[in-house]
Protein backbone atom coordinates (compact mmCIF):
# COMPACT_ATOMS: atom_id res chain seq x y z
CA UNK A 1 0.00 0.00 0.00
CA UNK A 2 0.93 3.77 -0.86
CA UNK A 3 2.11 5.54 2.17
CA UNK A 4 0.00 8.04 1.80
CA UNK A 5 -2.83 5.97 1.55
CA UNK A 6 -1.61 4.29 4.56
CA UNK A 7 -1.68 7.26 6.28
CA UNK A 8 -5.48 8.21 5.23
CA UNK A 9 -6.71 4.87 5.87
CA UNK A 10 -5.00 4.49 9.23
CA UNK A 11 -6.13 8.55 10.21
CA UNK A 12 -9.83 7.34 9.09
CA UNK A 13 -9.84 3.83 11.34
CA UNK A 14 -8.73 5.79 13.80
CA UNK A 15 -11.03 8.56 13.89
CA UNK A 16 -14.11 6.21 13.42
CA UNK A 17 -12.85 4.01 16.65
CA UNK A 18 -12.31 7.14 18.59
CA UNK A 19 -15.96 8.32 17.74
CA UNK A 20 -17.88 4.53 18.13
CA UNK A 21 -15.60 2.79 19.76
CA UNK A 22 -15.22 -0.29 17.40
CA UNK A 23 -14.18 -1.15 13.91
CA UNK A 24 -17.39 -2.60 12.84
CA UNK A 25 -17.62 -0.50 9.74
CA UNK A 26 -20.90 -0.72 8.37
CA UNK A 27 -21.15 -1.08 4.87
CA UNK A 28 -21.81 1.68 3.30
CA UNK A 29 -19.86 3.96 5.59
CA UNK A 30 -17.50 6.69 4.54
CA UNK A 31 -15.23 8.17 6.79
CA UNK A 32 -14.40 12.10 6.09
CA UNK A 33 -10.75 12.92 7.17
CA UNK A 34 -9.51 16.31 7.16
CA UNK A 35 -5.67 16.45 6.77
CA UNK A 36 -3.12 18.95 7.81
CA UNK A 37 -1.39 19.55 4.64
CA UNK A 38 -4.08 17.56 2.16
CA UNK A 39 -7.21 19.42 2.83
CA UNK A 40 -10.57 17.20 2.96
CA UNK A 41 -10.59 13.21 2.10
CA UNK A 42 -12.54 10.43 2.24
CA UNK A 43 -11.31 7.23 2.95
CA UNK A 44 -13.12 3.67 1.97
CA UNK A 45 -16.20 2.54 2.68
CA UNK A 46 -17.90 -0.13 5.22
CA UNK A 47 -15.51 -2.64 6.10
CA UNK A 48 -13.02 -1.52 3.66
CA UNK A 49 -12.49 1.53 5.73
CA UNK A 50 -10.49 -0.45 8.96
CA UNK A 51 -7.29 0.41 6.86
CA UNK A 52 -7.97 -0.85 3.79
CA UNK A 53 -9.41 -4.52 4.55
CA UNK A 54 -11.90 -5.53 7.82
CA UNK A 55 -13.53 -7.97 6.85
CA UNK A 56 -13.68 -11.25 7.96
CA UNK A 57 -11.21 -12.40 10.58
CA UNK A 58 -8.65 -9.81 9.68
CA UNK A 59 -5.22 -8.43 11.20
CA UNK A 60 -3.01 -5.64 10.34
CA UNK A 61 0.29 -5.10 11.98
CA UNK A 62 2.14 -1.90 11.49
CA UNK A 63 1.17 -2.06 7.97
CA UNK A 64 1.10 -5.78 6.97
CA UNK A 65 -2.10 -7.52 6.63
CA UNK A 66 -2.71 -11.12 7.74
CA UNK A 67 -6.28 -13.09 6.53
CA UNK A 68 -7.47 -15.64 8.43
CA UNK A 69 -4.55 -15.30 10.67
CA UNK A 70 -3.22 -18.34 13.02
CA UNK A 71 -1.02 -18.68 15.64
CA UNK A 72 2.10 -16.25 15.96
CA UNK A 73 2.45 -13.62 12.91
CA UNK A 74 5.50 -11.90 12.75
CA UNK A 75 5.87 -8.27 11.27
CA UNK A 76 8.41 -7.74 8.29
CA UNK A 77 8.31 -3.85 9.39
CA UNK A 78 9.06 -3.62 13.24
CA UNK A 79 8.32 -0.04 14.10
CA UNK A 80 8.87 2.35 17.07
CA UNK A 81 5.41 2.98 17.56
CA UNK A 82 3.22 0.15 16.33
CA UNK A 83 -0.31 -0.27 15.15
CA UNK A 84 -3.00 -3.26 15.36
CA UNK A 85 -5.95 -3.65 14.12
CA UNK A 86 -7.70 -6.51 15.23
CA UNK A 87 -11.12 -7.01 12.86
CA UNK A 88 -11.72 -10.58 14.12
CA UNK A 89 -13.90 -11.71 17.08
CA UNK A 90 -10.58 -13.04 19.61
CA UNK A 91 -8.56 -11.08 21.88
CA UNK A 92 -5.19 -10.99 20.51
CA UNK A 93 -2.03 -11.31 21.84
CA UNK A 94 0.71 -8.19 21.40
CA UNK A 95 4.31 -9.20 21.56
CA UNK A 96 7.63 -7.52 21.70
CA UNK A 97 9.82 -9.77 20.30
CA UNK A 98 9.06 -11.72 16.21
CA UNK A 99 8.34 -15.39 18.13
CA UNK A 100 5.42 -13.90 20.05
CA UNK A 101 7.32 -15.19 23.68
CA UNK A 102 7.25 -11.77 25.40
CA UNK A 103 3.66 -10.81 25.85
CA UNK A 104 3.43 -6.62 25.44
CA UNK A 105 -0.61 -6.50 25.64
CA UNK A 106 -3.59 -7.57 24.18
CA UNK A 107 -5.77 -6.43 21.56
CA UNK A 108 -9.59 -6.88 21.48
CA UNK A 109 -11.91 -7.68 18.95
CA UNK A 110 -12.67 -4.77 16.82
CA UNK A 111 -10.16 -2.79 17.92
CA UNK A 112 -7.02 -0.26 17.40
CA UNK A 113 -4.57 -0.30 19.50
CA UNK A 114 -1.29 1.84 19.13
CA UNK A 115 2.08 0.17 21.35
CA UNK A 116 5.46 0.35 21.40
CA UNK A 117 7.74 -1.89 19.85
CA UNK A 118 4.85 -4.29 18.32
CA UNK A 119 7.08 -7.21 16.36
CA UNK A 120 4.26 -9.80 16.51
CA UNK A 121 1.00 -11.03 17.05
CA UNK A 122 -0.73 -14.27 18.30
CA UNK A 123 -4.08 -15.44 17.28
CA UNK A 124 -5.34 -18.54 19.02
Known amino acids: MQAG ?6 EAARQFYEREGHLRVPRKHVERVVGEDQGRGSSGSGPGLAIGLCRGRTL ?21 AGLVANCTDHIVYVYLDPSCQEIFGVAM ?11 SVRYD
Open 60 to 80: LLNGQIFQNPTGCNRSESPAE
Open 5 to 10: KWAMNY
Open 109 to 119: PFTLVEVAHAW
